[in-house]
T-cell receptor, first 115, second 113 residues
Framework: GAGVSQSPSNKVTEKGKDVELRCDPI?????LYWYRQSLGQGLEFLIY????????KSGLPSDRFSAERTGGSVSTLTIQRTQQEDSAVYLC?????????????FGSGTRLTVV | AQSVTQLDSQVPVFEEAPVELRCNYS??????LFWYVQYPNQGLQLLLK??????LVKGINGFEAEFNKSQTSFHLRKPSVHISDTAEYFC???????????FGGGTRLMVKP
């Protein structure tokens, strides 16, 4: 597509439920990134995909968080047994290769609220 | 590895005044540098980038930044800001080996009438 698409744009869930957040990167972009942005905070790196593999999962905050990418395209970030501290905006970005001079193209984010 | 420091978490400024948002980085290798802007309830948008060549880089919306290798800085400037420039600004760096961007903590620019 023309841009990075994220869905849903907003999600309200009850504490303890599982949620899935979706990211559809720009066609042809091999690298995909997930970030978390809590209220008034900077960007917290979560995970990076190159193709379907994730060479860097170091940012996932706990084992309740997981992500996958299939077909070198769409990625899903899953949060199990959500907690209130998971409330944040989850941003996805993609790039043509592993960054270099292209920079990243960001989606508009998914605002997750855990009640 | 690289790191980025944005020295000011918030910068209040009156409309039509000039502004400078500071960014310093550390790296042992050559770098590429970026500024992104995030308007309320939106994702990040690329403002400008420095890859090589002229150290003064011009971006969208009248912003420019100057790469200073000796001071390891990449400060963002605009000679006259508008209310619509109110947003969060992020500086980022990567090396030229294709590694990930490292972001600074962000600076909230608040333009007042």
């Amino acid at each position: 597509g023309a841009g990075v698409s994220q869905s849903p744009s907003n999600k309200v869930t009850e504490k303890g439920k599982d949620v899935e957040l979706r990211c559809d990167p720009i066609s042809g972009h091999t690298a995909l990134y997930w970030y978390r942005q809590s209220l008034g905070q900077g960007l917290e790196f979560l995970i990076y995909f190159q193709g379907n593999s994730a060479p860097d999962k170091s940012g996932l905050p706990s084992d309740r968080f997981s992500a996958e990418r299939t077909g070198g395209s769409v990625s899903t970030l899953t949060i199990q047994r959500t907690q209130q501290e998971d409330s944040a905006v989850y941003l996805c970005a993609s790039s043509y290769s592993g960054g270099t001079g292209d920079g990243y193209t960001f989606g508009s984010g998914t605002r997750l609220t855990v009640v | 590895a690289q790191s980025v420091t944005q020295l000011d978490s918030q910068v209040p400024v009156f409309e039509e005044a000039p502004v400078e948002l500071r960014c310093n980085y550390s790296s042992s290798v050559s770098v590429y540098l970026f500024w992104y802007v995030q308007y309320p309830n939106q994702g990040l948008q690329l403002l400008l980038k420095y890859l090589s060549g002229s150290t003064l880089v011009k971006g969208i919306n009248g912003f420019e930044a100057e790469f200073n290798k000796s001071q390891t800085s990449f400060h963002l400037r605009k000679p006259s800001v508008h209310i619509s420039d109110t947003a969060e600004y992020f500086c980022a760096v990567t090396d030229n080996a294709g590694n990930m961007l490292t972001f600074g903590g962000g600076t909230r620019l608040m333009v007042k009438p």
